[in-house]
């Protein structure tokens, strides 16, 4: 009977544990410093905060946001959150690192907080100084029309990536720029076998983006072959792009064979 009992609260159970989309948050080990315990209590989905307490009487002193996650309320909320790591304390100065592997600076005496460096958007090239422009988009910013309504944008580093976006086996070029009337900020692809640009935000609208990508802080190539089986991402003709902003939701762009598409990421 017992057993039969075990076997029926299991079973109540299991859609409830279906329905779970991200593992529990990270239990990250707490620091001490001058007498002072830093915690990430990590009990938070929408922002991720530390809590200072006295060592001696584990009086909670103060606690402080780190970051916030911006919810897409289309999406599933729980994985769109993001938790800090990892804690670390070197010479008067917290630091916190998030799932992301974004780091961030608290200092102690100030309670200001600084991020480090964002994690460097990876492409299979290497990433080139402002100056050294591609030569698929000198002769895209040559075009006429092009040249007329965009400036290639240095805001991010890199400001291009090259990837085979099309699935035809050659390797284009995505590059930040900007339009010259409004200022926003997009992408364009250029097909190296064509020379067509298509831009993407920069004045034109695409999926959650927006026409303005001035959100983005964070862009790589994601590979075509990185879909692993049973994720909810189509079978990619080509490489696609991965913009994101910090601690916030991401998105794929890729080629579907007659349109670039927006697909919102979860995290």
């Not at 299991?10 to 001490?32: H, T």
């Not at 974004?102 to 991020?115: E, G, P, S």
């Not at 409004?182 to 190296?192: Q, S």
């Not at 003709?237 to 990421?265: F, H, M, N, P, T």
Request: proline content about 5%.
């Amino acid at each position: 009977m017992t057993r039969l009992i075990f076997v029926l609260s299991v079973m109540a159970l299991l859609p409830s544990l279906a329905a779970a989309k991200r593992a529990a948050p990270p239990k990250v080990e707490p620091v001490i410093h001058e007498g002072i315990r830093y915690m990430a209590p990590n009990d938070d989905g929408r922002h991720a905060y530390v809590e200072a307490r006295d060592v001696q009487t584990d009086k909670k002193l103060w606690d402080l946001t780190i970051f916030t996650n911006r919810i897409d309320p289309k999406l599933e909320e729980d994985v769109q959150w993001v938790f800090i790591k990892a804690l670390g304390v070197e010479d008067g100065v917290l630091l916190v690192t998030s799932e992301h592997g974004r780091r961030y600076q608290v200092d102690l005496k100030r309670k200001v907080i600084t991020q480090s460096n964002p994690v460097s958007s990876q492409a299979p090239t290497a990433t080139a100084p402002p100056g050294d422009i591609p030569e698929s988009v000198k002769r895209a910013i040559a075009n006429g029309a092009f040249a007329k309504n965009y400036d290639v944008s240095f805001h991010l580093n890199p400001f291009y990536l090259r990837g085979d976006f099309s699935g035809d086996r050659k390797t284009d070029v995505a590059v930040l720029v900007k339009q010259r009337s409004t200022g926003k900020l997009g992408i364009a692809i250029i097909n190296r076998v064509t020379d067509k640009v298509t831009v993407l935000g920069a004045g034109t609208a695409i999926g959650n983006g927006g026409d303005d990508f001035d959100w983005m802080d964070s862009w790589e190539i994601y590979s075509k072959d990185r879909i692993a089986s049973g994720t909810s991402v189509p079978k990619l003709r080509g490489d696609a792009l991965l913009v994101s902003k910090s601690e916030a939701a991401s998105a794929l762009i890729y080629w579907s064979g007659k349109r670039y598409v927006w697909r919102q990421q979860g995290d």
